[in-house]
């Protein structure tokens, strides 16, 4: 990588428009194991919407990560799995899982001391309450 590797218009950056979105990862997690039907993916996953749901996998289809599989059924069933470029981010969605483990704590520390701290009205430096 260069140093500019990082400026908005280069493509080192789509891997971080790519996870930055809450979802995006959980789903490609999600779908490691093979592939899911909407319903039982939202199940697995827990505290995501339909709609928000149908949003990140229509993303996650768009960028080339996850293949949708519609079968001509009574009823019509549906399914979505990962593609090989999709499962080429598990291993960066890992890290990251694993870098939160090691590290979760120290961040939501941080969070609680910023948290009680307030602005000072004259200078709007922060201090302690």
């Not at 908005?8 to 959980?26: H, I, K, P, Y």
């Not at 999600?30 to 919407?49: F, K």
């Not at 293949?67 to 090989?84: I, N, Q, W």
Request: net charge neutral; aromatic share 8%.
């Amino acid at each position: 990588m260069t140093t500019d590797a990082f400026l908005a218009d280069c493509r080192a950056r789509l891997a971080f428009d790519l996870l930055s979105n809450t979802w995006n990862a959980v789903v490609l997690w999600a779908l490691r194991d093979g592939p899911r039907r909407p319903g039982r993916l939202r199940d697995h996953i827990g505290g995501i919407s339909p709609k928000v749901l149908t949003e990140t996998l229509r993303r996650l289809e768009f960028n080339g990560l996850v293949k949708r599989d519609a079968y001509s059924e009574a009823p019509p069933r549906v399914e979505y799995e990962l593609t090989d470029l999709g499962r080429t981010l598990l291993g960066p969605i890992n890290a990251f899982g694993a870098w939160a483990f090691e590290h979760g704590d120290e961040v939501m520390a941080a969070q609680d001391r910023h948290a009680t701290q307030v602005p000072d009205r004259q200078t709007g430096h922060p201090h302690s309450r």
